[in-house]
């Protein structure tokens, strides 16, 4: 398939200037494109932005990078040497080469630029180019050079090393494997890729592939302490303690033979590796001890402070994670690595002005500007601040002479959320087939119409039929439509495309999938997509949580022990995972099992980072009819901590819960005084005002705790069902379930409730028979029954005849459900199933018609005899 060039321009209609001012683009700036024979394109579809931030969540060198200026440049001197020694170099490349000599590499750059202007097909300057921008602290543009001087035979292996040390030290493992292998298979042989390779294997997790490479070459020189170092790193996340150890020992040896020997950078990877070798061994303090020498010795190092915050987080310790990010960026304030990696420390520990501070400040810079753009405009994104990522992308493109499809399809998606849908079509109708059905699905998607988008979506998968994310987008389009099962499939092609290529920007269709095969009962299914989720999802929680849920279902205790040991070793997790663990305690013995359980732990539950244990206790302690031992519980752990807003609204709550809605509601007001945005005392005053008949403000209150906490979407779902009270709010209510189902498309109870609003407001109309057919995809009972009544309503009998049948064969039904059964089979002229359906109804009971049930039998039974004494005579 030929790709897609695409060119940025001003308002004016000229292209770009190469000035830092020039990136602050007018507001008419656009993208234009069209095909281009040359260009190879993504085959994942949608990367919005190819940079890493080259800090993982591995203690290796280059898993994630290091310092980029160290870690992925192949040294300017080694590109220079390439163009004047490769035969037959060409004049401009000596011309941009001798710049680059002189100590003038911003003129080197300009002077390349021109020249590829005149000729994009120079390989050899496209290497010098792509070095260039990396030397300039561009490397998020030096990839596009590398790829296509990567496609040209005579320059494949020098340009393709290059690209793979790119992709490597910018965190894109995965293409960083498919780089070096293509290098080797034009030279097998080639230890340079073998050792890129095996470094981009282990930062991808694909540790058993890595010691492959590693054995390979350590059999050509058993010599390479490098390679020993990565394999040991190998052998430690793989937990093969006993290899790890003769290999940590070959290590130390040698270095205690020659210390001198090695530069320091291999020397803080060293350090940093002794330390994870001694916390494996169990000695925490004497790592942790380790931890702090490598730092004093090594405060700058990208491998050394990785390790660092890793074995800070690790032990619960955020703020010394932090700490020691800050003072390695007051050391060196212009090293890219560490000022990302301190960036992203700090949005994580929630402190956003701070992060977006510096990244502003970085995308307004000079060098690596382009990089900073693209990392500013993923975190407005991350944040829902779509008109400051639209311009943020917009600044990074204007550094890009011809802006590569992935970027292009992320500006068209930026468009498309800031509301211009016409200008995100009109760069989806340049583009190629394939990518121009993604932009129109998009838009028509973001119009509402789910069925015109979901065709655009299926036109484009015929055209491209292993693009992931037209397959993931195609399962949008389905859900929202209600197709749950047609959106399940499209989204098991995307997990399976997914894992084919094994691609690093990965959608979320893995989890999608686990959901789905969940709430069907399918467990053993759910657990295998859950298992691909964590794999690329290491560091999120829900993940663990399901894995430990389907395991407890599948009865594996194995399973349950092993998710909960890993949620617990993340951050901030270890009081959920106990009150996950006591809750299964729980279903087997009983609350005070699980009270025990979690008391027995030594677990400090008067500390309010502990909360997720104390609630779970106290929950255990009111099922178990103990309320004065669950508000002792609840004084104590106040009483240690005053000043937390959470404590106090967890005993606010208790006293909500048994009555005192007085005393309840002035602890919400304190915990509001200490915290206004507090989500738990927001939702106490949202619970009591609803009580209280006060539904506007109850609605505002779970409108508020929906903008603080968007990914959950329980308060949204208690503000519609509060507005169903209100019969002159139908109209407010169904707008809200639908939006809700669009976030969350396997929401059971919000389906059920659209479709009982629309059946008794509306009549049995087309919607609400859809909303109550995606309400009953997974068995519910009372779904099941309701979408049997409004099919009767319509008319048809058959099918709510199937459908009572398989709403009374999950066992979870009343009489209702076998009358129903009998009016449906009525209508089909089936009398005597029916007779025998109303008699199974008036033995259930638990329904309003019991007698009318009665009357209906002796009816129908008198008529069956009318027609068989007619037959009869």
């Not at 070798?277 to 790592?287: I, K, M, V």
């Not at 956003?352 to 502003?360: F, K, Q």
């Not at 789910?450 to 987008?473: Q, Y």
């Not at 399901?546 to 998710?563: D, F, N, P, W």
């Amino acid at each position: 398939m030929a790709g897609t060039r695409c060119r940025f321009r001003g308002a004016s209609g000229r292209d770009r200037g190469e000035t830092a001012s020039a990136r602050r683009r007018p507001r008419g700036a656009k993208v234009e494109c069209g095909v281009d024979e040359q260009v190879t394109p993504f085959r994942s579809g949608w990367n919005p932005a190819e940079f890493g931030s080259g800090w993982g969540p591995i203690w290796i060198g280059g898993r994630g990078g290091g310092n980029m200026r160290k870690g992925l440049i192949v040294a300017t001197t080694g590109f220079l040497a390439l163009a004047t020694t490769a035969c037959k170099p060409l004049d401009p490349v000596a011309e941009v080469t001798e710049l680059a000599r002189d100590g003038d590499p911003a003129a080197a750059l300009q002077r390349a630029r021109e020249l590829l202007d005149e000729n994009p097909n120079q390989s050899e300057l496209q290497i010098l180019y792509g070095d260039l921008l990396v030397g300039a602290g561009e490397s998020v543009l030096a990839v596009w050079p590398l790829r296509k001087a990567a496609s040209d035979p005579e320059y494949a292996v020098p340009a393709g090393l290059a690209l793979a040390k790119v992709l490597l030290a910018t965190g894109n493992a995965d293409d960083s494997v498919v780089a070096a292998t293509e290098v080797l298979r034009q030279d097998s042989e080639n230890e340079t890729a073998l050792a890129i390779r095996a470094k981009a294997y282990v930062q991808a997790q694909r540790e058993v592939e890595a010691l492959e490479d590693l054995d390979r070459l350590l059999d050509k020189d058993p010599d390479r302490l490098d390679t020993l170092v990565t394999k040991l790193t190998a052998l430690l996340e793989l937990e093969r303690a006993t290899e790890a150890a003769g290999v940590f020992d070959d290590i130390r040896a040698r270095l205690d033979a020659d210390p001198d020997a090695y530069e320091p950078e291999f020397r803080g990877r060293m350090c940093v590796v002794e330390a994870r070798f001694t916390l494996e061994s169990g000695d925490q303090e004497g790592s942790k001890s380790l931890i702090e020498a490598c730092l004093k010795q090594f405060p700058v190092d990208p491998l050394v402070l990785r390790g660092a915050v890793e074995y800070y987080l690790g032990a619960g310790r955020p703020e010394r994670a932090r700490e020691i990010l800050e003072a390695a960026h007051r050391l060196a304030p212009e090293d890219p690595n560490i000022r990302s990696a301190l960036i992203q420390r700090l949005e994580k520990d929630g402190f956003l002005a701070e992060a977006e501070s510096m990244l502003v400040e970085a995308a307004e810079g000079g060098a690596g500007s382009a990089n900073s753009s693209f990392a500013l405009y993923d975190f407005y994104w991350r944040h829902g601040r779509f008109e400051e990522a639209r311009s943020a992308l917009e600044d990074a493109m204007s550094g890009i002479e011809d802006v590569p499809t992935t970027i292009a399809l992320a500006y068209a998606d930026t468009l498309i959320e800031v509301g211009e849908l016409d200008r995100a079509l009109d760069l989806g109708r340049d583009l190629e087939p394939g990518y121009r059905e993604l932009v129109i699905g998009r838009v028509l998607l973001a119009k509402g119409d789910a069925a015109a988008a979901l065709e655009s979506f299926e036109s484009g998968i015929r055209a491209w039929p292993d693009n992931a994310t037209v397959r993931w987008l195609a399962g949008q389009a389905a859900d929202r439509l209600g197709r749950l099962d047609q959106a399940a499939q499209h989204y098991l092609e995307t997990v399976r495309i997914e894992e084919t290529e094994k691609r690093p920007d990965r959608t979320d269709a893995a989890w999608r999938v686990a959901r789905f095969q969940e709430a069907m009962g399918f467990f053993d299914a759910a657990l295998n997509f859950v298992q691909i989720h964590i794999l690329h999802n290491r560091f999120d929680p829900e993940g663990y949580k399901m894995a430990a849920r389907l395991g407890s279902r599948l009865g594996s205790q194995e399973i349950v022990r092993g998710a909960l040991l890993t949620l617990a070793n993340l951050e901030g997790q270890s009081a959920v995972a106990l009150a996950m663990q006591a809750g299964f305690i729980r279903e087997q013995a009983g609350p005070r099992a699980a009270i025990d359980a979690i008391v027995d732990s030594g677990l400090d539950l008067n500390d309010a980072a502990n909360i997720a244990a104390l609630d779970a206790v106290i929950e255990f302690e009111m099922e178990s009819g103990h309320r004065e031992r669950a508000s002792r519980r609840a004084r104590e752990a106040l009483e240690n901590a005053r000043d937390s807003a959470d404590l106090h609204a967890l005993y606010a709550d208790l006293l909500r819960r048994i009555g005192m809605r007085a005393v309840a509601e002035e602890e919400f007001s304190k915990a509001i005084e200490i915290d206004p945005d507090n989500v738990r005392a927001l939702k106490g005053q949202a619970r009591l005002a609803s009580v209280q008949g006060r539904i506007d403000e109850a609605v505002r209150l779970f409108d508020r705790i929906s903008a603080l906490e968007p990914a959950s979407l329980e308060a949204a779902y208690e503000a519609a069902k509060l507005l169903l009270r209100d019969p002159e709010r139908t109209t407010e209510a169904e707008g809200r379930l639908s939006a809700l189902l669009v976030k969350d498309p396997l929401n059971v109870a919000a389906a059920r409730d659209l479709a009982v609003l629309l059946f008794s407001r509306d009549g049995p109309t087309p919607a609400a028979l859809a909303a109550a057919t995606r309400a009953a995809v997974f068995g519910d009972a009372s779904a099941l029954e309701l979408k049997g009544r409004i099919e009767l309503a319509r008319g048809d009998g058959r099918s709510s005849v199937e459908t009572m049948k398989r709403a009374i064969a999950t066992g979870r039904t009343s009489g209702a459900t076998y009358y129903q059964l009998a009016n449906a089979l009525l209508s089909i002229g089936r009398d005597s199933e029916a007779v025998s359906a109303l008699r199974s109804a008036i033995e259930s009971g638990g329904f309003e018609e019991v007698e009318d049930a009665r009357n209906l039998i002796s009816r129908i039974e008198e008529r069956l005899e009318i027609v068989q004494s007619g037959t009869g005579s």
